[in-house]
């Protein structure tokens, strides 16, 4: 079955840049999609189809995706940003997760 | 504000069943596909199945093929999942989610299975 990869834990300073990192066979031939999970919140998608940001989410919010790795990169890291992180691919007519990223800012 | 709420979780012995149920409103349900994704507390999100929208097709994740059946009623603007034969690895938080495209644009609340004698 695919898999997704990714880092168990990022740490970022507050105003730097973090990048989260999803990796998969081919990845780049699939369109991912990035999704943030506060505590006891549902996840909400911060990106789709690579590197589309949805109405009402930041700026600093952006994506790439080529080759076996696409990224989540977070510019201007804010306390608000810290939460799981999750990437998403389908797999023919499968869904997959990455296994999830904490991001702490501090 | 469209919306997407779920029920029908709760306590369940091994071998047991459960039907979830997650009530949509205020978007056209009957034009999308829907999935179930599911979440072991502290841990990841897992997809668990998806239906298209008019229910003529359905996907599963391996673990649960044979087991959970997803299923749709457009005219009531809902979307269940039975789950039969339920094991100690599908205790999860169970949400429902809207398919928009190659993405999940709408999750509900989520509603909490507990499989245990």
């Known amino acids: 079955s695919y898999e997704l990869t990714q880092p168990p834990s990022v740490s970022v300073s507050p105003g730097q840049t973090a990048s989260i990192t999803c990796s998969g066979d081919q990845l780049g031939e699939k369109y991912v999609s990035w999704y943030q999970q506060k505590p006891g919140q549902s996840p909400v998608v911060v990106i789709y189809e690579d590197n589309k940001r949805p109405s009402g989410i930041p700026e600093r919010f952006s994506g790439s995706n080529s080759g076996n790795t696409a990224t989540l990169t977070i510019s201007g890291t804010q306390a608000v940003d810290e939460a799981d992180y999750y990437c998403q691919a389908w797999d023919f007519n499968t869904g997959v997760f990455g296994g999830g990223t904490k991001l702490t800012v501090l | 504000e469209m919306r997407l709420v779920e029920s029908g979780g709760g306590l369940v012995q091994p071998g047991g069943s459960l039907r979830l149920s997650c009530a949509a409103s205020?978007?056209?349900?009957?034009?999308?596909?829907m999935s179930w994704v599911r979440q072991v507390p502290g841990k990841g999100l897992e997809w668990v199945a998806n239906?298209?929208?008019?229910?003529?097709?359905?996907n599963y994740v391996d673990s649960v093929k044979g087991r959970f059946t997803i299923s749709r009623d457009n005219a009531k603007n809902s979307l269940y999942l039975q789950m039969n034969s339920l094991r100690g690895e599908d205790t999860a938080v169970y949400y429902c989610?809207?398919?928009?495209?190659?993405?999940?644009?709408?999750w509900g609340q989520g509603t909490l299975v507990t499989v245990s004698s």
């Open positions: 989610a809207r398919d928009k495209g190659y993405h999940f644009d709408s």
């Open positions: 239906i298209k929208k008019d229910g003529s097709e359905k």
């Open positions: 205020d978007f056209s349900f009957n034009i999308h596909w």
